[in-house]
């Protein structure tokens, strides 16, 4: 049987051939498949009776969740009860004939169920199993819930994001998301390795791993040099001038000098103030972060004068980076966003485009399946 998917490249894509079996839900493992999907793999997703949870996290796009048609698009969906041994068998059929085996069920449920990936390995040795957990499979931690915000909270992500005061929730799914991307990494990584060996491996990620390994250079700065970074908002615990600064018509644009070159054209171009290249406060960016509220101070001043269009004039001349502050709307619209299409229920919607750019990607994304909609034909596919 072909893949679910509707998208088709004229050139083959690189994971054509490939079988996944999926056993997922809500984000780090269906973004793993998906991104396989994407790259011709044919993804199996296993569905309990009522569907991936995610199915009903909103109904924004014409009625089916955001979540849902961003991470499941070209795959097939077969729902099993895996507590019934008919469907228990089936599955095994399944994994019998599959390359690689992805699942993020709670921790120690596919052992309960006599299919852990050791198991599963020796049995089908060209094997590859990933296995997506929150805290890993030891340690204390392990076999508690571990969704993104808490794991954010968990591995001190929110300690050093958004601004003095109230803590915030980094607004999108991060450590899920990264959590995917390893978990991507380590699948292909097992594939080189079993055409060089025939051997299959196993792939552990764990979300808190994947945030933990996000905050190195916090963890090292606080380890070595005895200090954590502050919350600062839109500012840069170890650069400066780096932040948010309004301009005098309400714009806040973020700007990003990242060496003493930059510096001098940002003083003598932006804000028209050479005499900063002097000033001790200023000499160099260690300087500059002792002396942020000098520093932050005249750059806000100064913006605070001139109109955004004046100082992007300047910004630009200047060659200094920066980034004006969007709303989702800005970003709906802006001129450097790729998107394509994808089916949702008859009609076409448009979505981020993968953020790499391959020769044999598709002018469209394959629709994300109805639950169970290729149930039938993959029992009849893989009966005994």
Known sequence: MSSASEATSPIQRPLEGILVVALEQAVAAPYCSSRLADAGARVIKVERHEGDFARGYDHAVHGESSYWV????GKESISLNLKDDKDRDLLRRMIAKAD????NLAPGATERLG??????REEYPRLITCDISGYGDDGRFFGLKAYDLLVQAESGLVAVSGAPGEWGRIGVSLCDITAGMNAII???QALIQRQRTGKGSGVKVSLFGSAAELMSVPYLQARYGGKAPERLGL???SIAPYGGFTCADGRDIVISVQNEREWADFCQIVLQRPDLLSDERCVNNAARVQNRAFVDGVVSEI???LPSGDLIDRLTTAQTAFGQINSVHDL???SQLRTRRMPVHGKEVEVPASPWLMEWDTERFSQAPDLNAH??????EFEG
Do not use: C, T, Y
Not at 115 to 120: C, P, T
């Open 186 to 188: 380590g699948i292909q």
């Open 115 to 120: 299919l852990g990936s050791e198991s599963l």
């Open 375 to 380: 149930g039938a034909a993959l029992r009849k």
């Open 332 to 334: 709906i619209s802006h």
């Open 303 to 305: 913006f605070g004068q």
């Open 100 to 103: 690689v085996l992805i699942q």
């Open 70 to 73: 961003w991470i499941n698009r």
């Open 235 to 237: 500012k840069h615990p």
